[in-house]
């Protein structure tokens, strides 16, 4: 009974995060029809205690969350050379540096409002001159995107920041 229950949460879990996922992707589609274009590269959103949200704009996009052994090998097969991290933490620089070893370009974000300052453009730029009432279904829908807490979201967004506030780190940094 008790496994029952736990397979059952575990696929509600997974149904909640391929719905997160798919949102992610659709807001990437619309980033790129308005003319947005990310940076090359892998972005990759890392958590305190949560496995990192990986992003890697191609034409077939790819987004998933990996365990952080995971994260060079999985880099390495979708042939990434670049990576963007939206956060420095001091448990996470074993990683970057294995990176780096590897041949991979580690950005960081110089300015954690950098990803929040990109969102909020993005809001203002969506509502310029128009009432919710003129707003068409996509606007809406993105704007939701925009205001929503989700990870995937934001590993898409930190790609599009502005190239201006990454900051290249090197074995010695």
Do not use: C
Not at 6 to 19: F, H, P
Not at 42 to 71: G, Q, Y
Not at 96 to 102: A, D, F, G
Not at 154 to 172: E, N, Q, S, Y
Request: proline share 5%; hydrophobic share 40%.
């Amino acid at each position: 009974m008790r496994k029952k229950v736990n397979e059952e949460a575990m696929l509600e879990q997974r149904a909640k995060e391929e719905a997160l996922k798919n949102e992610a992707l659709d807001f990437y589609r619309q980033l790129r029809e308005r003319g947005l274009k990310p940076s090359d590269g892998a972005s990759i959103d890392f958590h305190r205690k949560r496995d990192p949200v990986v992003f890697i704009p191609v034409e077939n996009s790819v987004i998933t969350t990996l365990k952080k052994e995971e994260l060079l090998d999985f880099l390495k097969a979708n042939d990434v050379n670049r990576v963007l991290v939206d956060a420095l933490f001091p448990s996470r620089v074993p990683i970057l540096l294995s990176l780096l070893e590897h041949g991979i370009e580690v950005y960081i974000l110089r300015r954690p409002s950098a990803l929040s300052g990109f969102k909020t453009m993005m809001l203002r730029r969506l509502r310029k001159n128009k009432r919710d009432e003129d707003l068409d279904d996509n606007e809406k829908k993105l704007i939701k995107l925009l205001q929503k807490k989700n990870d995937f979201v934001d590993a898409v967004a930190l790609a599009f920041t502005w190239p201006k506030f990454h900051r290249k780190v090197d074995i010695p940094y």
